[in-house]
């Protein structure tokens, strides 16, 4: 694998790495009320556009017949994106 690609690589590992630390670290964190609504509306994006993907899959994979094939590093990341993003829109929404 060339050298430019590793470092692409590595650097997209790195930014993974870093959104799934603050999708924890958000989670744990204690605050107020007004940032409890904000992580609380952000978990509940994030949960129910997953489990829609999710479940999307299972329905296409049955209609298609074929075998259920995921791959959990890929999910996790796309939570992460998907946590991030919702968590920044909630804040500027409600000014947290």
């Given at each position: 694998?060339?050298?430019?690609?590793?470092?692409?690589?590595?650097?997209?590992?790195?930014?993974?790495?870093?959104?799934?630390?603050?999708?924890l670290v958000s989670l744990v964190m204690p605050g107020d009320e007004r940032g409890?609504?904000?992580?609380?509306?952000?978990?509940?994006?994030?949960?129910?556009?997953?489990?829609?993907?999710?479940?999307?899959?299972?329905?296409?994979?049955?209609?298609?017949?074929?075998?259920?094939?995921?791959?959990?590093?890929v999910e996790l990341e796309v939570a992460a994106i998907l946590y991030f993003v919702?968590?920044?829109?909630?804040?500027?929404?409600?000014?947290?």
């Open positions: 694998m060339p050298a430019g690609a590793m470092i692409f690589l590595g650097g997209v590992l790195v930014i993974f790495a870093v959104l799934d630390v603050i999708m409890q609504v904000i992580v609380w509306k952000a978990s509940a994006f994030t949960l129910s556009a997953v489990m829609g993907g999710n479940l999307l899959d299972v329905i296409v994979n049955f209609v298609k017949a074929r075998p259920m094939v995921s791959n959990p590093f919702s968590l920044m829109y909630y804040r500027k929404r409600h000014g947290g």
